[in-house]
């Protein structure tokens, strides 16, 4: 019986640790495009992809805190 809880929370782990990394990439991902934005003078899309890389950092954060 305690084979399968520590299997069940190892499983887990591994999720929360592929969602956490993904959510990094995607931050990376939406960061640069930014940065593209700001060059391209294009304040509305450049506000969008600031607020989805601050939601991204903010998961793979909040996941490493659980």
Known sequence: MIGLVTI???STA????????????GC?????????HIKMEDERL???????AVVCLAIALLI???
């Open 8 to 10: 069940a929370m190892t």
């Open 46 to 52: 450049a506000q969008q992809s600031k607020i989805a």
């Open 64 to 66: 490493q805190a659980i």
């Open 14 to 25: 591994h999720w929360m640790t592929n969602v956490s990394a993904l959510s990094v990439i």
């Open 28 to 36: 990376l991902y939406f960061i640069l495009t930014f940065f593209q």
